[in-house]
């Protein structure tokens, strides 16, 4: 089993910059693409961006590109979402999650996925 713990998530202002982090362990982090998902109250959970075993692909939901950048540090088994210019609607819970596939820009496409972590934009 592959255990996700993200952290960074917090309550910030319109405009301000968040840096997301997920550890993982238990499994050979290299082997997994990264993605990271969110969900806000009402909705679906829905795709954000996703990073290749290698760190070599990037994928980004129309809704973030320009804004976010996915990286992955794989001697330290993490990942990182750096967010840029927060809006109101990227308020959400934000899950790290791994998976064998590639791409994977849809959430089934994950096998294994963090607790998550909140994100709150004010206006």
């Known amino acids: 089993q592959v255990q996700l713990v993200e952290s960074g998530g917090g309550l910030v202002q319109a405009g301000d910059s968040l840096r997301l982090s997920c550890a993982a362990s238990?499994?050979?982090?290299?082997?997994?693409?990264m993605g990271w998902l969110r969900q806000a109250p009402g909705k679906e959970r829905e795709f954000v961006a996703a990073?290749?075993?290698?760190?070599?692909?990037?994928y980004y939901a129309d809704s973030v590109k320009g804004r976010f950048t996915i990286s992955r540090d794989n001697a330290k088994n993490t990942v990182y979402l750096q967010m840029n210019s927060l809006k109101p609607e990227d308020t959400a819970v934000y899950y790290c999650?791994?998976?064998?596939?590639?791409?994977?820009?849809?959430?089934?496409?994950?096998?294994?996925w963090g607790q998550g972590t909140q994100v709150t934009v004010s206006s």
């Open positions: 990073i290749s075993w290698t760190g070599g692909s990037r």
């Open positions: 999650a791994a998976s064998l596939s590639w791409p994977t820009v849809i959430p089934r496409a994950y096998e294994y």
């Open positions: 238990g499994r050979t982090f290299s082997s997994y693409a």
